[in-house]
Every structure is written in structure tokens, then in C-alpha cells.
């Protein structure tokens, strides 16, 4: 039976006009100690949020985790407790991350404690001291958590993926073993953080209820006692995929499998970049796109497909990514590829590009429409070399391309013969299936 | 008495109401200050309110919602959004279910034709039951099965602190409801409980007021007028004896384990309740915290902490029975007996020896962030005020909130410590399978 409701035929109203994208007021400063500030003003909440972006590419990968672990453990003048509670005093707080390229401390808090916050932040950049019974907690907590990463399948398809694509290049393991953070020291920490955590080429933004220019004068007078000296320490480029049999990951009793598709990209700043995103699109970068309207929307096959261009300071890649039933395996790789194929080698419908560049030109407003969403942007982009000027060029480049460019880009970048396949799930139950598509070679996690 | 404080601040969100002559009831919140709008519809049913035999079913028709409506043609909605610059999305609680978008403000009107839409009639086809079925399935596997500490604690502890059906049950469902439901149950489920009287619209963000309620009556006036089911009394009584389980996750590396125990209604007694939303945060909230400092960086017992009110995270958007939550993963051969003995001890100490100079006012400092952070995003703000009307027709509470939580004293948090007694906890432990 079918409760179906009857079709009426109401019109789908159209859209009113668009509103022109609006950068807000910024200032930006170097300091004499090299550090580059941007502030940018949106004050719709008493609140200011707090990016500090360093360069830290070949970072010895147990040590970096560790002093992202342990940076905020303590000062000459603040226990980890202290600090904590100071922060906390002025609604705020602060937090430490670290990937391939960078070494990012983070943090909000209300708009008042601004000067406080920066204090703080200059107390832990030229003082931390990593105390030894702190820094010994925090390398267990590590170890635990990578062993629970290492548990977690999305975890483990995405180190298979990076291993597969960057072979030796610093970006390949981006994740230490258990044993390397254990036998990393306070000394060996207090060392690098002398090496590595310095003004030159850092950019720190803050974004919030300020006024521009007064928010530099603020982190000029908190950070200008930050020296040192940075050391280039440039990254190779990002070497370019070699497609190959299809990796197949064993993880035995799995109930899904989970597909890794890794394809060509481009950075920000290259001519095809604004087409690649749209294709990008249209195959599997939103929900209303083929991929995801095919292997869930018809087939029911999996949750929650996504494909994402992702950008790294050495080189970007196009990533997509599905956890589909163990059953379906393979016939969710033949409707991957195929979609990709589909792609490449016809030229995408007007009304689906106008589609995508639609929600592409919406998110970018979206995303520019919060303290932490502008925060994360700006940041991003200064850690690329970019500045939030980048937000309109870019608009202006998704507006303008073509049915023919995004046909171009993808018959480039997305044709199935440039992927790279890596597939994490019971060997056993899915390798017979995988490999009537592709040649398979099987490995165990 | 405490030192300097920061000043609270406080956000002055504008609020307009109205219900419209089907019961619709509109909150509207114009803010200018960027080009995009957030809309809510939620709805008065969640998980609590799905039949027996029908576990999960709140959640399947949430994406049965999806699926086409009176004008719109499976895939449609996702379309309609995207296309016009958007993201959308919606999920199932405990006492609601919410669907939403956010949009440049220039798509208003497409965003109310979409959600009266499906508010006048979903396509509920036995095609797009079966399909939903299987994506809820992938779901599930994705969140639960597949993956250690799957639906820990959200899903494991309720049946240790409750009886009845309705509150103790497993909200995601077990596949065989899930295979088992049909169009007709999903028929009957959207008459009774998607009714126009059961459902709350918020739109927050670029709206001009006198547009946006003509737009509203134009789009939502004639959703047929159905009028709310009474929601039944889901009460339960309090624990008088302390409750423990555990099981064992085979995906799982390390032990864990979640405490609860029962606070005050939120609803009818939020000044009793807010206490322990500050409790909470006192406990766990980062290394200055009681719990952090003294069972991560002291005793090392644990790795990492977290603490809350209720099963989903959010303090302001529950019913009652609900609880205060702690969860804590433990390090390898970890004593899950001493963390908890140790918890009950850092209570007992704060029932008896009160805070420490400064301690509340830092954390209700931090707690204001949080608040004004979430509000922020426009759609933040058209969720919260949307179940702050369903739930106690009060929305201009939000602008409320950070002043009421730094008015919280002392005392109050203290003597919300003091309930926090072994008997009335419900406890229930991990036990790592899958360590290496």
C-alpha cells in the first residue's frame, strides 16, 4: 500500500536577489619579531576568537605530538592548573593541535579578557616548561588515544590511504606508534620547542567584537617579547598518485567496509581550482550530487558519502569516502567508478552546475557569517599564504566558470584511471567480489 | 565571598511570537548582521514516544521526511536547499525531532515552501521506506556496531537507569522493528504526532519581521489544523539503590565507564535544575576542573573526562526524567571500582567543604562563552528558541541563559553535589574486548 499524499502543484518560489559578499574590516601587522596578525572584526557576539598558525613541516612525528600534547603544561609562572583557571576566568581557553604542516593553538573567550588571553598565550609561548610528572601523564593519555584511534576503521582506512598515496613523504604516517611517544623526554621537548616555536612565519588572527587595529596593538604590546629565530624547514612537494591495484586492508568480522578513493587536485591559488571544486560537486562533494544520490538515495547502500578537496601547504588532494555494508562492497565500487567515469567523459548538466555553484557560492557566505567560521577561514588561508581577499577572487572564479571548464577539470583530475583505491574491511567476505572490477592486492592491518 | 568577576555579558536577540489559526506557533529573531537566515521546524516527538515494537521509528521517519512531499518529488528537498546556497539537515532526541536549514537570506521563501510542504504531507512509499531502512541500518552500523564504544553511553546506560519502554529502550532500534515497519505505521505516526498544533517554526538571521510573518501565513496558513496528542507522563521514580552493569565491547582497547543519576525536572523546576548544569561543568569543564585535576592529572585513574545533563549533550532542550551524566575511559587494566568510589569521594568533599575562592565565577565565565558561541551561527539561535517555545513557550530565554547560569551561588552547587549519593547512581562499565 502507499499513503502517498496527493501531488498538488504549488510552484517552488524563486529566489530573491543575491546579496553581494561583504568582507568585513580587518587590519593586519608584522611584528619586528617576524609574527604576521590579522584581525577582523565581527561583532555580533562579546566574544573574540584566537588562531595561532606556526610552521612546523618535518616535525619529528612523536615529539610534535607530544608538544602539541604538553605545551599548555605549565610556564615559569603557571602550573597547567593555573593556566587553566586563569583562561577560565575570562570565559576563555585555549587549546594546542598539530598536523604535517602546522602547529595550531586555538581558543575564545570573552571579548574583555582579550589582553588576559594574549598574556597568557605569550606566557606559554616564551615559557612553557614542560614539568616532567605533567608531561609523563599526558604521554600515557596520548598512548591511549592512538590506541583508540587505531581501533576506530576510519582511522585505520585513512593511514592505509596516506601510506598508499605519499609512500616516503613526510605526509604518509601522520600518526606516531605507541612506543615512539613513550620514549619521548621533557628535555627533547624544551629542545624542539626552542627549534621550532618562534614568531617567524607564524600568523596568529584574531576575529571578534574588536576594532582592528587596536586588536594588533593588543598582540603587539602581549608578543613582541616572542624571539627567535625560525628555520626554514620547507616540505618536499606532495608527490603525484600512482594508480595501482586496488589496497585491500583486512580487518576480519568488520559489518562495513570502508572506501578510500584518493584523486588529483590542485591548490587554491591554480586557474582550475574554482572548476575542480564544482565538478567535485556535482560527483560526490554535497548531498545532491550523483554519488551520494546513487549509493544511498537509490541503492541504499551506505550513510553518508562525501568527496572533499582537501589542501595541505605541499600539494591538495581529492578524497572520497564511503562506509558501505560488507555485502556491497564491490557493487559500490562499480557505482563509485562508474559515477566518476560518467564524470569524466561527458559534460556535466547546466542546471547541475548551476546547482553546485549555487551552494558553493552560499557556503562561502555561510562560512563567513560566525566568529569561529571567519577565525578558521582566515587562518587557514594565512597558513597557505592567502589573505580573506582570497573569499571574493574565489566567488568571482565559481561564478564564472563554465559547463565546458568543469567538463575540462574533471575529465582531468576525476577520470577513475587516475584513483587511487584503498578499501579497509573483511578480507575474506568482499576480495573475491573486489576483484572481478580491479586487480586487488590484500593486506592485513 | 568571591573575588572580581568578569562580567557577564548577555545577548539582546530580538524575539517575536504568534501562532497561527492552525496552531502553528512561529518565533521569529531578526538579526542583520550578515546576509543569512536559519530556520527550524520542530516537532513534539522523539524517541520516548515511539510505539513498542517500534523501536527506532522516530529516527526511520525523520528520514522518511526526506523523501518527497505534496509538491516535491523524491530528492527534491536536498535540491532545492543546495541549489539555493544552503546546507540542511535534521535529528531525533528524546522529546523532539527537528528538521533545519541555514541559507543565504535571499532563499527565505524557498525555505518556508519547503518545510510546509512536508509539513501538509511526506511521500511515505514503500520504495522509499526500504531504502531508508537500509541507509538507517548503515547508520547504525557506522555509529554503533562497527566501531568501538558504539552508542556508549547514550544507548547503554538508560536501560540500567530506567524501567519503562518509553525511556529505557534503544532509540537507534534493533534492525528487526526497523525491517519490520511499514507505510501505515509511518502514515499513522506523521497524523498523529506531525501535526501543525504539535510543531514549532524559528527563523532567525536576515529576516525583515512584517515579510517574513506575510510569508509564513502565506506558505503555512493552510497546513490543515491538527491539534497536539497529549504527551504522556513519562515519569519514573528516583533510584534508591545503586544500579551497575557492564558488558563488553569486542571492537574496544581500553576500559569506560558512565555514572548517572537523576536532577530535578528541567521544565517545571529550572531553578532547581540549573544548579547541576553548573555542577557539571565544575567537575569536568578542562584542567582546572575538580574531576580533571584530580582523577586525570593526580590519580591518573582516567584519560579523559566529560560530564553533562542529558543523554544527548545539550542541558536546555530536555524533559524530564532526565540526568547528570559523567563518563570517563580509563587507562589500560584501569579500576573502574576506584574511579567511581573516587568520584563519590570529590563530591562528598565539595557537599562538605563547599568551592574554592574564585571557582564558580571562572567557570560560569566559561559557561557564558559556550552560550554566546552557540548563538552566534543563526542557526544556533532558531534551533534553541524553537524547543525553548515547544518545550516552555518562553524562546527569550536564550538571551536569558548566560545571566541565569552566573547567578547560580555557591551554595546551590553544593547542595546539588550533595544528592549525587552512590545509591542513586546508575553506573554502567566497558569492558575493552579488543585490547591488543
Given at each position: 500500500m502507499s499513503a502517498t499524499v496527493e501531488t498538488g502543484t504549488r510552484p517552488l518560489p524563486a529566489l530573491g536577489p543575491n546579496r553581494r559578499l561583504k568582507l568585513p574590516k580587518q587590519a593586519e601587522r608584522t611584528l619586528g619579531n617576524g609574527l604576521t596578525v590579522i584581525a577582523v572584526r565581527r561583532s555580533a557576539i562579546p566574544l573574540v576568537e584566537l588562531r595561532l598558525w606556526m610552521p612546523f613541516g618535518r616535525t619529528h612525528l612523536a615529539r610534535g605530538g607530544m608538544l602539541a600534547q604538553t605545551l599548555?603544561?605549565?610556564?615559569e609562572t603557571h602550573t597547567a592548573t593555573q593556566l587553566a583557571a586563569e583562561l577560565q576566568k575570562v570565559g576563555g581557553g585555549l587549546s594546542a593541535g598539530i598536523d604535517p604542516d602546522r602547529l595550531m593553538l586555538s581558543g575564545a573567550g570573552l571579548v574583555t579578557g582579550l589582553d588576559r588571553m594574549l598574556e597568557l598565550l605569550a606566557d606559554v609561548l616564551t615559557g612553557a616548561t614542560y614539568p616532567a610528572d605533567w608531561v609523563e601523564t599526558e604521554r600515557d593519555r596520548l598512548v591511549d588515544r592512538i590506541q583508540v584511534a587505531q581501533s576506530q576503521p576510519a582511522h585505520l582506512a585513512r593511514t592505509a590511504l596516506l601510506k598508499r598515496i605519499y609512500g616516503r613523504h613526510p605526509y604518509a604516517v601522520q600518526t606516531p606508534e605507541p612506543d615512539q611517544v613513550r620514549a619521548v623526554k621533557p628535555p627533547v621537548l624544551r629542545r624542539l620547542h626552542a627549534e621550532r616555536v618562534h614568531p617567524a612565519g607564524a600568523v596568529l588572527v584574531l576575529v571578534g567584537d574588536v576594532q582592528p587595529e587596536r586588536a594588533l596593538d593588543a598582540a603587539e604590546r602581549a608578543l613582541s617579547g616572542w624571539t627567535g629565530e625560525g628555520q626554514p624547514a620547507e616540505l618536499p612537494p606532495a608527490p603525484p598518485l600512482e594508480p595501482g591495484p586496488l589496497l585491500l586492508v583486512d580487518r576480519p568480522g568488520s559489518v562495513q567496509s570502508s572506501l578510500r578513493i584518493a584523486l588529483p587536485a590542485v591548490p587554491?591559488?591554480?586557474?582550475d581550482h574554482a572548476a575542480l571544486q564544482l565538478a567535485n560537486l556535482v560527483f560526490g562533494g554535497y548531498f545532491s550530487s550523483r554519488w551520494v544520490e546513487n549509493i544511498r538515495e537509490d541503492k541504499g547502500y551506505t550513510y553518508g558519502p562525501h568527496s572533499l578537496v582537501e589542501h595541505s601547504v605541499a600539494g591538495s588532494v581529492l578524497v572520497a569516502a564511503a562506509e558501505v555494508a560488507t555485502e556491497v562492497t564491490a557493487p559500490a565500487l562499480l557505482e563509485t567508478m562508474y559515477e566518476l567515469g560518467r564524470l569524466a567523459a561527458l559534460p556535466p548538466k547546466p542546471d547541475e552546475l548551476e546547482q553546485a555553484r549555487q551552494y558553493a557560492l552560499g557556503t562561502l557566505q555561510l562560512g563567513a557569517s560566525t566568529q569561529a567560521g571567519l577565525a578558521s577561514l582566515t587562518s587557514a588561508y594565512a597558513g597557505n599564504g592567502l589573505r580573506l581577499d582570497f573569499l571574493a577572487e574565489h566567488a568571482a572564479r565559481l561564478a564564472a566558470a563554465t559547463v565546458d571548464d568543469v567538463a575540462a577539470a574533471a575529465a582531468r583530475?576525476?577520470?577513475?584511471?587516475?584513483a587511487v583505491t584503498v578499501v579497509l574491511g573483511d578480507a575474506e567476505r568482499v576480495a573475491d567480489s573486489l576483484a572481478t572490477l580491479t586487480p586487488v592486492r590484500t593486506e592485513s592491518t | 565571598m568571591p573575588t572580581r568577576r568578569a562580567r557577564i555579558p548577555a545577548t539582546k536577540y530580538p524575539v517575536e511570537r504568534f501562532t497561527l489559526d492552525n496552531g502553528l506557533r512561529v518565533v521569529l529573531t531578526p538579526d542583520r548582521s550578515a546576509p543569512v537566515i536559519g530556520v527550524a521546524v520542530v516537532y513534539d516527538v522523539g524517541i520516548r514516544s515511539e510505539p513498542e515494537g517500534r523501536t527506532g521509528f522516530a529516527h526511520l521517519f525523520e528520514h522518511l521526511?526526506?523523501?518527497?512531499?505534496e509538491n516535491l518529488e523524491k530528492l527534491a528537498h536536498f535540491r532545492h536547499v543546495q541549489g539555493a546556497g544552503g546546507t540542511f539537515n535534521g535529528s531525533t532526541h528524546l522529546d523532539y525531532t527537528d528538521y533545519y536549514e541555514t541559507l543565504p537570506s535571499n532563499a527565505l521563501e524557498r525555505a518556508l515552501f519547503l518545510e510546509a510542504d512536508r509539513m501538509r504531507g511526506?511521500?511515505?512509499t514503500e520504495e522509499n521506506l526500504r531504502n531508508q531502512v537500509d541507509v538507517v541500518k548503515e547508520e547504525i552500523r557506522v555509529n554503533v556496531l562497527n566501531r568501538p564504544y558504539g552508542g556508549f553511553p547514550w544507548l547503554t546506560l538508560p536501560p540500567v537507569m530506567f524501567d519503562t519502554f518509553p525511556n529505557a529502550h534503544d532509540g537507534y532500534g534493533s534492525f528487526d522493528d526497523l525491517e519490520s515497519a511499514t507505510v501505515g505505521d509511518a502514515a499513522d505516526f506523521f497524523r498523529r504526532y506531525y501535526a501543525s498544533g504539535n510543531a514549532v517554526l524559528a527563523v532567525s538571521g536576515d529576516v525583515d519581521v512584517a515579510e517574513a510573518t506575510a510569508l509564513i501565513e502565506r506558505h503555512f496558513g493552510d497546513v490543515p489544523a491538527r491539534p497536539a496528542p497529549d504527551r504522556p507522563d513519562f515519569a519514573e521514580p528516583d533510584l534508591t539503590a545503586e544500579r551497575r552493569t557492564s558488558y563488553t565491547d569486542?571492537?574496544?582497547p581500553l576500559p569506560a565507564v558512565a555514572g548517572a543519576w537523576r536532577v530535578p525536572d528541567p521544565v517545571t523546576d529550572f531553578a532547581g535544575y540549573l544548579p547541576y548544569v553548573v555542577l557539571a561543568e565544575v567537575l569536568t569543564d578542562g584542567d582546572a576542573s575538580r574531576l580533571v585535576e584530580r582523577l586525570v592529572q593526580r590519580d591518573r585513574s582516567v584519560t579523559s573526562l566529560g560530564g553533562y545533563l542529558g543523554f544527548m549533550g545539550d542541558p536546555f532542550d530536555v524533559r524530564d526524567p532526565t540526568a547528570l551524566l559523567l563518563q570517563a575511559h580509563l587507562p589500560p587494566g584501569g579500576d573502574v571500582d576506584k574511579v567511581l568510589r573516587t568520584v563519590d569521594e570529590e563530591l562528598d568533599r565539595l557537599a562538605t567543604d563547599g568551592l574554592t575562592e574564585g571557582e564558580l565565577a571562572r567557570t560560569q565565565a566559561r559557561m557564558a562563552t559556550h552560550l554566546l558561541r552557540d548563538t552566534d551561527a543563526v542557526l544556533g539561535r532558531a534551533l534553541r528558541m524553537a524547543v525553548l517555545e515547544q518545550q516552555r513557550g518562553e524562546p527569550g530565554l536564550l538571551n536569558e541563559l548566560p545571566r541565569l547560569v552566573g547567578e547560580v551561588t555557591d551554595e546551590q552547587v553544593r547542595a546539588a553535589a550533595a544528592t549525587l549519593r552512590p545509591e542513586r547512581r546508575a553506573s554502567i562499565e566497558v569492558i575493552a574486548g579488543g585490547a591488543r
Open positions: 599548555l603544561s605549565g610556564t587554491r591559488t591554480h586557474p583530475y576525476l577520470a577513475p584511471a587516475l | 521526511m526526506f523523501q518527497g512531499s511526506p511521500r511515505l569486542q571492537l574496544a
